[in-house]
C-alpha cells in the first residue's frame, strides 16, 4: 500500500485497479481452464463435444473482451487458432483397422 505521503486519489486509483487486475485474472484463468478442455476433447476425437465447446469458448472470449480482461486481437488471434485446430480435427477421419 502506498505511503503516508501519496495523493488520495491515487490511493483510490491503486485500489481500482487492483479489483480490476483480481477479477480479470478470475476471467483469464476460467477461459485457460475452458481451453484445455476443449483440446482435450479435440484430442479424445470428439467432434460433437469439439464443436460445442469452441461456440461457447468463442462467446466466453467475446466477453472477456467486453469486459476489459483481454485485447481484442489477442481474443482474435486465440478464436482462429482454436478454429483452425477443430477444423482439422473434424477433417481427419478416424478410420477402423
Do not use: C
Not at 469486459?67 to 477444423?87: D, E, I, P, T, Y
Amino acid at each position: 500500500m502506498p505511503g503516508k505521503d501519496v495523493r488520495k486519489s491515487a490511493v483510490k486509483t491503486f485500489a481500482q485497479s487492483e479489483r480490476a487486475r483480481l477479477r480479470h485474472k478470475a476471467t483469464r484463468n476460467a477461459l485457460w481452464t475452458t481451453e484445455k478442455k476443449l483440446r482435450a476433447a479435440v484430442e479424445a476425437g470428439d467432434k460433437n463435444s469439439a464443436n460445442e465447446m469452441l461456440r461457447s469458448q468463442y462467446a466466453a472470449l467475446d466477453k472477456a473482451v467486453k469486459s476489459g480482461a483481454m485485447h481484442k486481437n489477442q481474443a482474435n488471434r486465440k478464436k482462429s487458432r482454436l478454429g483452425k485446430l477443430v477444423a482439422k480435427t473434424a477433417a481427419v477421419e478416424i478410420k477402423p483397422e
